[in-house]
């Protein structure tokens, strides 16, 4: 993976072409490569019944590992903390929704 997010893998997850400037928020050059990784892997989830607690570990290793990912445990440790950003976003959206009702 390059520097700089690969249109080629945001079209093939976004299935569109210019799919990049519509996914991809301005990042620092560190967080690039992450933010690919993460979006590979983000729907990766081990659930307790209905409700996403976390990433799967394993997958997000065998990506970085069939992708040659540089940096690995620096990479590792971002993509952890936007999915659990995530996950505890979803689940806070989703209890809210449920309050409402």
Do not use: W
């Amino acid at each position: 993976m390059a520097e700089k997010p690969d249109c080629a893998v945001c079209e093939r997850v976004m299935k569109s072409q210019g799919a990049c400037e519509q996914c991809m928020p301005q990042l620092l050059p560190p967080n690039y490569i992450a933010a690919q990784v993460y979006a590979l892997v983000q729907n990766q989830l081990i659930t307790l019944g209905d409700v996403p607690i976390d990433l799967n570990i394993r997958t997000l290793l065998s990506v970085m590992t069939v992708y040659g990912i540089p940096h690995q445990s620096d990479i590792f440790h971002r993509v952890l903390l936007v999915a659990r950003h995530m996950i505890e976003r979803r689940n806070r959206e989703a209890r809210n929704a449920l309050a409402r009702h």
